[in-house]
């Protein structure tokens, strides 16, 4: 792929996209971040650029692999190295090949998260991750280097020759000519034998966020942008299905006729987004889970003008319509499986309270929620603010004793707990009502116990309740919690 015809035909695309799609951003100076790579000439060392406060030019921003530690990663001993100049033989290959690709498509900077973030730092690396949607957001264009499980593998490779076969034919002159069929291949973005940047949790919002993409994929060049899905750089013989198109155009400052959608279709969109990322694999998902996703959350809450509570990966406003997710155990046990039973299915990660999706590891999915019946308890102030990033969430629900239904003997309901495979429903579980489901089919609600030792009492959740509000004609879901012996109570979560 490392090619006169690939590069011209990438300066094409970008020239195209700027100037004639409707549906893109035209030609704009972004800000520069706090740091970018000068690419500089082909004979001359890169060196990292320290932006001047409102500096702005066009740059690259680049999405790969690391596929372990990086030793040429900036660290505090040396940064004043690198603005001097980096030797292009240090650097891993496919940031070699992002260097080569930007000189050829004449963007002068670069931004790779291993270079331009101080990676020893911890308030720089906070500072930078705070903003790194609006990197990848503002970029001119992305280089995804889709095809690299490590970033010391490239991604210029030469491509596999299709295959083949050959067919004589006659001519209209009578003489023999020779032809060839070759074959026709569609490659599915999100199946498991996709690209390595497809299965990684980093690679996801760095999908998303750019308008454009050079994708440097198995099956080569192709591109991405708000107008075009995934075109190859030659026609006819590779397809190539990534569409990721699951935010507004307002995400690009693009004008759209569409209001700001209500609480509710914003934690739908919210929650689409979390499905496709928990199926993700991540390094450190116990440092990673909030973190990786937290760029789209910081971007949809200026679209929406609503907070993103970073760490527990929620948003406020809508907090209500987003508690009802659940662990998908059927992926999350065909995962186990794949990897020989090696792995728990489900883990829960410490520090982070049990109602967020981001406390356990694994595939997430949830219903669209309808009517609710709960409350979250805000008075839209700070302390409140301050109290749910901490953990604590106030919820106003109706609350029965696991006792009240046989559990197991009803084929009108079933519990999913959050670990998957480890716990079994006793005494100390109770149902936290929610609300019912959009066609309005089915109660949804939490699994919660009290928290032993707590005063005042506090609960967690433990799991997940769906029930078919009319399966059962005697004593349907929907009556239960009519009923004048039903609680409301106000539960303080962690």
């Known amino acids: 792929m490392k090619s006169d015809f690939v590069f011209q035909k990438a300066r094409e695309w970008i020239s195209e996209c700027e100037h004639n799609h409707d549906q893109c951003p035209g030609p704009t100076i972004p800000l520069l971040p706090t740091r970018v790579i000068d690419v500089g000439r082909e004979n001359q060392q890169p060196r990292l650029h320290v932006s001047t406060p409102g500096e702005r030019a066009r740059y690259v921003a680049l999405s790969y692999c690391w596929g372990g530690d990086q030793p040429y990663a900036t660290k505090k001993g040396t940064i004043h190295q690198k603005i001097g100049g980096i ?38 690396k906070n500072r930078e991750l705070a903003v790194m949607g609006d990197i990848y957001r503002r970029a001119t264009v992305a280089i995804t280097a889709a095809n690299a499980a490590r970033a010391a593998d490239g991604f210029l490779h030469p491509l596999p020759e299709l295959s083949s076969v050959s067919c004589p034919f006659l001519t209209s002159e009578n003489t023999q000519g020779s032809g060839a069929l070759v074959e026709h291949k569609w490659t599915l ?41 995934s075109k190859p750089v030659v026609e006819g013989n590779i397809h190539v299905l990534r569409s990721f198109k699951m935010l507004p155009p307002s995400t690009w400052g693009l004008p759209t006729q569409d209001p700001i959608p209500p609480a509710r279709e914003q934690a739908r969109m919210w929650k689409n987004l979390v499905k496709q990322f928990a199926k993700r694999e991540l390094t450190k998902p116990d440092e990673d889970r909030t973190r990786a996703i937290s760029g789209i959350g910081n971007v ?6 609503d907070e993103y509570l970073s760490e527990v990966a929620m948003f406020r406003k809508s907090l209500l319509f987003q508690i009802d997710w659940r662990v998908d155990g059927f992926t999350a046990r065909s995962r186990s499986r794949r990897a020989g039973g090696k792995t728990p299915t489900v883990v829960r990660i410490e520090g982070l309270p049990t109602w967020s999706w981001a406390s356990v590891t694994g595939p997430i999915s949830s219903l669209a929620m309808g009517k609710m019946s709960a409350e979250v308890i805000d008075d839209g102030s700070e302390i409140t603010a301050n109290e749910l990033r901490s953990g604590l969430l106030r919820l106003r629900a109706k609350v029965i004793h696991g006792s009240r239904v046989e559990v197991g003997a009803r084929r009108d309901w079933r519990v999913e707990f959050d670990l998957v495979e480890g716990d079994a429903f006793d005494d100390r579980h109770w149902f936290a009502f929610l609300g019912l489901d ?17 005063n005042p009492q506090e609960w967690q959740r433990v799991g997940w309740f769906c029930a ?19 609680a409301v109570r106000d539960l303080v979560l962690r």
Not at 98 to 118: F, H, K, M, P, Q
Not at 441 to 452: E, K, T
Request: charged fraction near 25%; glycine fraction near 8%; proline fraction near 3%.
């Open 189 to 229: 973005h999100n199946r498991a034998a996709g690209d390595p940047t497809d299965r990684r949790g980093w690679c996801f919002q760095e999908a998303l966020l750019p308008c454009r993409r050079l994708v440097f994929g198995t099956q080569g060049l192709s591109w991405d942008c708000l107008q075009e899905d």
């Open 87 to 124: 030797p292009m033989q240090e650097l891993g290959q496919s940031i070699q090949d992002a260097i080569t690709v930007a000189r050829n498509i004449s963007i002068r900077y670069i931004w790779i998260d291993a270079l331009c973030i101080i990676q020893d730092d911890d308030d720089d």
């Open 468 to 486: 078919n509000c009319g399966h059962d004609a005697v004593r349907p879901w929907s009556n239960i919690w009519d009923e004048k012996d039903v």
């Open 438 to 454: 959009s066609l309005g089919q089915y109660s949804v609600g939490l699994v919660v116990s009290l928290i032993d030792g707590t």
């Open 300 to 305: 949809l809450a200026d679209v929406h003008g």
